[in-house]
């Protein structure tokens, strides 16, 4: 009978694996747009699961940290085939991605003298346009509740003026903290899709995101370049809320502030990433390969992608089980309404500083800025196309 099963299980891991890995090949546009990839894909064509399931299961990836659409399909997968679809699912989805921004990665690294500076200058600007989108789609629930828009000016402020990590995880847990006891936030009853988690798999998750948060960073302080790497990339990955751009001033400080990575190789990496399919997470394929101080190459690719999204993946196990007990909460729900608004004070912040200040540095860059952004928010461009865009016309100009 386990036989059995377990057959059955690897089979539907190689279906889950080749429908990722077409989303993956295909799922531009971030990771709202994954979200409705995904809703088509399972909800609609395969109906894998109900619409209120799949609502459900968004909102469990949208309160933990790490790549949200990820999560989603991470969970998806595990939902459907156990443990193997998770790893299945997790793979297909981020493959493309990862591999054209490792290619991209180990090709700067050859033909950096080759690239033309305003080839550089316009993947930057499309860095300033995609995050000023995200940050003003993240803000617009945010305008209508002064507290949360005090909360994210805040934010923003406190960052501006201490720029570094631990600044960022004091703002994230001070929010959170105000927000549960501040902000409104009505319970939910809607029922909770089935899991298929045992106990034992759950608490070994969680353990392990524990062990991992705690003793990297003593590793990293007695030992080399690559354990300094893990930490940071775990580090990024456990404390990001909201995933995506979000990840950007927590890998900038892991990263540049650090002297690991030049600004202007953070930020191209930032600009490739917006032209890909799959998860933005796979930026770190592109840092790990470039940073010279550690593996580089391939296996930095392979560091940097695995110990960026491991945080979610392990907290997707180690809560789902639990989800059903945590959201009839509602001062946890208010709580991540008060994370929600300081990390977009903190993307708010990443914005001016290092994207902005680094990037438009005269009026032609100016004007290449707002032209990308209104392309993108009221032209509707789907990210790719600015991203080819951007760089032609910083080739031409710059």
Same mark, same amino acid.
């Given at each position: ?236 990955? $456990?404390?990001?809320? %909201?995933?995506?751009?979000? /990840?950007?001033? =927590? #890998?900038?400080? @892991? +990263?540049? &502030? ?75 729900? $208010?709580?991540?309404? %008060?994370?929600?608004?300081? /990390?977009?004070? =903190? #993307?708010?912040? @990443? +914005?001016? &500083? ?45």
């Amino acid at each position: 009978m386990k036989e059995h099963v377990a057959a059955t299980d690897l089979s539907q891991a190689r279906q889950i694996f080749w429908i990722f890995l077409r989303l993956g090949c295909t799922s531009f546009g971030g990771p709202i747009a994954h979200l409705a990839y995904f809703h088509q894909a399972f909800v609609r064509d395969r109906r894998w699961l109900s619409e209120q399931a799949y609502s459900e299961l968004v909102a469990l990836c949208q309160f933990l940290p790490g790549p949200a659409s990820s999560q989603v399909g991470f969970a998806l997968g595990q939902l459907r085939g156990g443990t193997a679809g998770a790893v299945a699912a997790w793979l297909g989805f981020t493959l493309p991605s990862a591999i054209l921004m490792t290619a991209a990665g180990m090709g700067l690294i050859h033909l950096a003298t080759a690239l033309p500076e305003g080839l550089i200058a316009g993947l930057k600007i499309v860095a300033v346009a995609v995050i000023a989108q995200a940050v003003w789609g993240m803000s617009q629930p945010l305008l209508r509740d002064y507290r949360r828009l005090t909360l994210l000016f805040l934010s923003t402020l406190c960052m501006l003026i201490l720029p570094a990590s631990w600044t960022q995880l004091t703002l994230i847990v001070i929010a959170g903290l105000l927000g549960a006891y501040l902000l409104n936030q009505a319970q939910n009853s809607a029922p909770c899709p089935p899991v298929r988690i045992n106990r034992l798999t759950s608490t070994l998750a969680l353990l392990l995101f524990i062990t991992l948060l705690c003793l990297l960073p003593l590793i990293a302080a007695i030992a080399g370049t690559n354990w300094q790497l893990a930490h940071g990339f775990f580090q990024s990955g $456990a404390l990001v809320f %909201g995933g995506g751009h979000v /990840v950007l001033p =927590l #890998l900038d400080s @892991a +990263l540049v &502030q650090s002297g690991l990575l030049s600004n202007d190789d953070f930020l191209t990496g930032y600009g490739l990433a917006q032209a890909m399919p799959g998860p933005l997470f796979t930026v770190a394929a592109f840092y790990g390969a470039i940073i010279e101080s550690g593996p580089g190459g391939i296996g930095g690719s392979l560091l940097a992608l695995c110990m960026l999204f491991l945080p979610g993946l392990l907290l997707v196990w180690a809560v789902l089980p639990h989800w059903a007990s945590l959201r009839s909460r509602p001062r946890i729900a $208010a709580a991540l309404l %008060g994370v929600n608004a300081a /990390v977009t004070g =903190l #993307l708010l912040a @990443a +914005l001016y &500083q290092p994207v902005w200040i680094n990037s438009v540095t005269g009026p032609t860059e100016l004007v290449l800025a707002v032209v990308a952004f209104l392309a993108l928010t009221l032209g509707k461009q789907p990210p790719w196309r600015v991203v080819l865009l951007c760089p032609m016309l910083g080739w031409l100009l710059l």
